[in-house]
């Protein structure tokens, strides 16, 4: 059989977080003598409160109804449905004041299909493109797999001796790299694996040296609406004052939408227009099924004013997480972290490897972390800890903590 060899180089060099996060597999967890029943993973990067009542019933009712479970059936516009983008807007201006119109904005299957559209769109071969370091594991990926050619680089934002991110230095590293001919950056805020959310400074910082190199800025905007601190100024950010800012948007974090795969780009009519004709050739058009109960769970939601009831709630409960995580890392481990500021992670330092630190603890206490150099070099004595999926059971979050603790004669 013949692959293509570019692909084929991709697979003999896996992710080391996707290699890490297959321990948590049930089979292998067996076979390493554990009880699945007793093993604890802060490994996943993924929520696990309630979705809203009425996004559920607005399925049921889709589903229900011969004609719209029909309609539901066929293809929808290659941007999304115009209703939904125009909801989308009015979502965005009362949450965060941003103001856009329907053609600012292409729905798409997830901000992972999205993100590898962006690529597609913008990055040519021996472009330059700029990732932080610590940042989402995934973009290296989707980079070399989409635009083989481009030349990744990393600025550090994170200081390995007291912990902490340092915008300062990485403002510095970023002017140099757009000025040198980089095209693109892209990080998240809340960002992904610190929690950590950037300052205006550096965000507006970042928007003028991409403007100057004609270049762009992607904002993810995963957790945006899970930010513990009070909002920035740039999550109000319009695409008429930044055309050279794009954000992108997930269903899967604050509605708990992980497997009802949705996502939403919002950008300049120029960068909308041409994914669109991206978006053409990868996926044709969003699932008409999603489209159509998200946009009746707004409709409802923004009428009666629960969304933002029901956005504070879930804030809250990841802050309550976030808290008992740090408490539990101070008491059980006594190591430096990072200060969750939304989202779901904080990261540990542990004072080795934090591959080898992540089979060791595993094997003896069963307990999965995610080992920190996935993310970048400068945590790489560093584990993430995600508290996501255990927001709805902080005792394993306190428990799991406690055997790693004993384990490492910290307790």
Not at 4 to 31: G, L, Q, T
Not at 194 to 219: E, K, P, Q, R, Y
Request: with cysteine.
């Amino acid at each position: 059989m013949r692959f293509s060899e570019h692909v084929f180089r991709m697979v003999k060099e896996p992710s080391p977080i996707r290699e890490i996060m297959k321990m948590a597999e049930r089979e292998n967890i067996i076979n390493m003598g554990i009880d699945p029943d007793e093993f604890i993973s802060f490994g996943g990067g993924w929520v696990n409160h309630q979705a809203p009542d009425e996004l559920r019933e607005a399925y049921l009712e889709i589903a229900s109804d011969d004609q719209n479970f029909h309609v539901s059936g066929g293809y929808s516009p290659t941007p999304g449905l115009i209703e939904l983008r125009e909801k989308i807007c009015e979502m965005e201006r009362l949450l965060f004041g941003v103001k856009a119109g329907a053609k600012n904005v292409i729905i798409g299957q997830s901000s992972t299909q999205l993100t590898a559209d962006l690529f597609l769109s913008i990055v040519d071969r021996n472009d330059k493109v700029i990732l932080l370091d610590p940042t989402y594991a995934n973009y290296v990926g989707q980079i070399k797999l989409l635009v083989p050619d481009a030349r990744i680089v990393r600025v550090k934002v994170f200081d390995e001796n007291s912990w902490t991110i340092d915008e300062e230095n990485a403002m510095e590293g970023i002017k140099k790299e757009f000025e040198s001919g980089a095209k693109l950056l892209i990080f998240p805020s809340p960002d992904n694996p610190t929690s950590h959310v950037f300052s205006d400074d550096f965000v507006n910082c970042c928007l003028d040296c991409a403007s100057d190199a004609c270049g762009f800025v992607i904002l993810d905007y995963a957790y945006k609406t899970q930010a513990f601190v009070s909002p920035p100024k740039y999550y109000s950010y319009s695409p008429s004052e930044y055309p050279n800012l794009i954000a992108i948007y997930s269903n899967s974090k604050w509605c708990r939408g992980l497997g009802r795969r949705l996502g939403w780009v919002i950008g300049s009519e120029e960068v909308i227009e041409v994914m669109e004709r991206v978006q053409q050739a990868t996926i044709l058009c969003p699932d008409s099924l999603h489209q159509m109960a998200f946009l009746q769970y707004l409709n409802f939601a923004l009428q009666n004013k629960t969304l933002k009831k029901y956005l504070d709630v879930v804030r809250k409960q990841y802050m309550k997480a976030a808290q008992v995580t740090i408490e539990a890392i101070e008491n059980f481990i006594g190591e430096k972290y990072t200060v969750p500021e939304g989202g779901l992670y904080t990261v540990v330092h542990v004072g080795m490897d934090g591959d080898e630190f992540v089979k060791k603890i595993v094997k003896a206490t069963g307990v999965l972390f995610v080992p920190g150099r996935g993310f970048g070099c400068s945590i790489g004595e560093g584990v993430r800890v995600s508290y996501g999926p255990l927001v709805d059971n902080t005792e394993k979050i306190r428990e799991g903590m406690r055997r790693v603790g004993e384990y490492l004669g910290r307790v």
